[in-house]
């Protein structure tokens, strides 16, 4: 906390982890935002505060009022698609909230919901799920529990928690409500419980419904990030694995394989982490990179008949950061037009990056504000996606999406962790504008810089890191 104003601060939280031989790098939500139950202050472009949110304890009204229709499903119909946030502007700040809230409070009556979130730390989706659980509706909610472990008897873990046991013994099992955490990964023996999505057997008039991405089902998710969502509506078989999944999580035991790929149709496949398993091998993220070739862009792909990669990514860290950098500049190096925003780079990540090679620096952008100059980040890029737009393979118009809750460091091979790659010109075309975006319209830092100082990396030590394992 600084001048009662709580931060995210890489340099508190940034570390090696030598133990392993690894380099794994974290982020962190304070102790501070965590415990004290204070939410992050919502900041206009002018870096001046603006007033409370419903984040804020003392803005909240009781949960036992909750309003005279507060237990009618609402019929809000979710569709397929991208949503994306920005902090910044007020319109679209709350967009992925919004989407998400609206989808729980139009689940019926004899409905399910079941989430993974990393954290859950938000009045108005406390609010929902738990009108929705007094409704009829069974509600299941995973999260981290080094997070839950850092929250207050008030606050929102242990009081969905409580909220969610009333009335279990008149439901049958399939339709019992809990909140539960999990211990590392939910589906590995290390890790973190990292993922970020969540299904509803049906609402409004889509059934089906299943959301994966970046955002959190917190109040910083909109206020101090950027975050995009991916849906799907009406796919029975999509929403069968992704709760063949969540069955697995809720055991917080280790799956095997714990690595799966569903293959749903030529232009979408989902993924779930951790990276493990007899026929695992090399890396998924350098395995979607592999195929690009960076001349013969045909037809509405590509520009000028390069092949083009948008990526928005909040870490390349470690030796797994550095795999992918190597990658990506020998990509630059040969023609690919390739635009990165993020919020952190190691700092061997960033000397590849910039080498000259010929064809000069990768072209980056950090997207992060820092308005008091501690080295300390008050918004920052949450996104994990990339666009690939080109030659592909032996296909030279290809229209290509991974996106998800993968940050691309070490430590992501072994947590939870959820995503879709997505093939079709309209979706590619959308996160690649929005990376044009944020690449083009970089958020104002107005004093100092957000960046990290590449001496601060590995000054924190393996025990204090963990002690905080705030993570994403």
Not at 460 to 472: G, M, N, P, Q, R
């Given at each position: 906390?600084?001048?009662?104003?709580?931060?995210?601060?890489?340099g508190?939280?940034?570390?090696?982890?030598?133990?392993?031989?690894?380099?794994?790098?974290l982020?962190?939500?304070?102790?501070?935002?965590?415990?004290?139950?204070?939410?992050a202050?919502?900041?206009d472009?002018?870096?001046?505060?603006?007033?409370?949110?419903?984040?804020?304890p003392t803005?909240?009204?009781?949960?036992?009022?909750?309003?005279?229709?507060?237990?009618?499903?609402?019929?809000?119909?979710?569709?397929?698609?991208?949503?994306?946030?920005?902090?910044?502007?007020?319109?679209?700040?709350?967009?992925?909230?919004?989407?998400?809230?609206?989808?729980?409070?139009?689940?019926?009556?004899?409905?399910?919901?079941?989430?993974?979130?990393?954290?859950?730390?938000?009045?108005?989706?406390?609010?929902?799920?738990?009108?929705?659980?007094?409704?009829?509706?069974?509600?299941?909610?995973?999260?981290?529990?080094?997070?839950?472990?850092?929250?207050g008897?008030?606050?929102?873990?242990?009081?969905?928690?409580?909220?969610?046991?009333?009335?279990?013994k008149?439901?049958k099992?399939a339709?019992?409500?809990?909140?539960?955490?999990?211990?590392?990964?939910?589906?590995g023996?290390?890790?973190?419980?990292?993922a970020?999505?969540?299904?509803?057997?049906?609402?409004?008039?889509?059934?089906?419904?299943?959301?994966?991405?970046?955002?959190?089902?917190?109040?910083?998710?909109?206020?101090?990030?950027?975050?995009?969502?991916?849906?799907?509506?009406?796919?029975?078989?999509?929403?069968?694995?992704?709760?063949?999944?969540?069955?697995?999580?809720?055991?917080?035991?280790?799956?095997?394989?714990?690595?799966?790929?569903?293959?749903?149709?030529p232009?979408?496949?989902?993924?779930?982490?951790?990276?493990?398993?007899?026929?695992?091998?090399?890396?998924p993220?350098?395995?979607?990179?592999?195929?690009?070739?960076?001349?013969?862009?045909?037809?509405?792909?590509?520009?000028?008949?390069?092949?083009?990669?948008?990526?928005?990514?909040?870490?390349?860290?470690?030796?797994?950061?550095?795999?992918?950098?190597?990658?990506?500049?020998?990509?630059?190096?040969?023609?690919c037009?390739?635009?990165?925003?993020?919020?952190?780079?190691g700092?061997?990540?960033?000397?590849?990056?910039?080498?000259?090679?010929?064809?000069?620096?990768?072209?980056?952008?950090?997207?992060?504000?820092?308005?008091?100059?501690?080295?300390?980040?008050?918004?920052?890029?949450?996104?994990?996606?990339?666009?690939?737009?080109?030659?592909?393979?032996?296909?030279?118009?290809?229209?290509?999406?991974?996106?998800?809750?993968?940050?691309?460091?070490?430590?992501?091979?072994?947590?939870?962790?959820?995503?879709?790659?997505?093939?079709?010109?309209?979706?590619?075309?959308?996160?690649?504008?929005?990376?044009?975006?944020?690449?083009?319209?970089?958020?104002?830092?107005?004093?100092?810089?957000?960046?990290?100082?590449?001496?601060?990396?590995?000054k924190?030590?393996?025990?204090?890191?963990?002690?905080?394992?705030?993570?994403?």
């Open positions: 906390m600084i001048n009662g104003k709580p931060k995210f601060s890489w508190s939280t940034c570390a090696l982890a030598v133990a392993s031989g690894l380099v794994v790098a982020m962190a939500i304070p102790a501070s935002y965590a415990a004290d139950g204070d939410s202050p919502k900041v472009p002018s870096g001046l505060p603006a007033a409370p949110d419903l984040a804020n803005e909240r009204q009781s949960d036992k009022h909750q309003g005279k229709n507060s237990n009618r499903a609402k019929r809000y119909t979710p569709q397929t698609g991208v949503k994306f946030n920005h902090p910044l502007r007020p319109k679209i700040k709350r967009t992925i909230n919004a989407h998400v809230l609206k989808t729980i409070d139009s689940v019926p009556r004899g409905g399910k919901i079941r989430a993974l979130s990393w954290n859950v730390r938000s009045y108005p989706y406390r609010r929902a799920l738990i009108n929705a659980h007094n409704r009829g509706v069974s509600v299941r909610v995973l999260m981290s529990r080094a997070v839950a472990s850092r929250q008897n008030n606050q929102d873990y242990q009081i969905l928690k409580t909220k969610l046991k009333k009335g279990n008149k439901r099992a339709m019992k409500s809990w909140m539960r955490s999990c211990s590392s990964s939910c589906r023996p290390s890790g973190i419980a990292h970020k999505w969540f299904i509803f057997s049906d609402a409004g008039k889509a059934d089906w419904v299943v959301m994966a991405g970046s955002a959190n089902l917190t109040e910083v998710a909109a206020n101090n990030q950027w975050n995009d969502l991916y849906t799907v509506v009406n796919n029975r078989k999509l929403y069968d694995h992704f709760n063949h999944v969540f069955s697995q999580a809720q055991r917080d035991k280790a799956a095997h394989p714990s690595y799966l790929q569903y293959k749903m149709s232009k979408l496949t989902a993924w779930f982490l951790p990276y493990r398993g007899r026929k695992v091998s090399g890396d993220v350098m395995k979607m990179l592999k195929p690009v070739i960076c001349n013969g862009a045909t037809g509405r792909s590509g520009i000028n008949g390069k092949t083009s990669i948008r990526i928005a990514q909040t870490a390349l860290l470690d030796e797994r950061g550095q795999d992918i950098a190597n990658r990506l500049k020998y990509l630059h190096n040969h023609g037009n390739i635009r990165l925003v993020y919020t952190v780079l700092p061997d990540v960033k000397r590849i990056l910039r080498r000259d090679g010929g064809h000069g620096p990768l072209p980056m952008r950090q997207i992060a504000q820092d308005f008091d100059t501690d080295e300390s980040f008050d918004r920052y890029l949450h996104m994990k996606a990339m666009a690939i737009s080109g030659h592909y393979g032996k296909v030279t118009n290809k229209h290509l999406v991974y996106n998800g809750s993968q940050n691309w460091t070490a430590v992501a091979y072994d947590s939870d962790e959820a995503g879709f790659t997505i093939v079709g010109d309209g979706v590619e075309r959308r996160y690649g504008r929005w990376v044009n975006t944020l690449f083009e319209n970089p958020p104002p830092r107005r004093t100092g810089s957000a960046r990290m100082k590449t001496s601060d990396i590995g924190i030590s393996f025990a204090e890191k963990y002690a905080d394992v705030e993570l994403y």
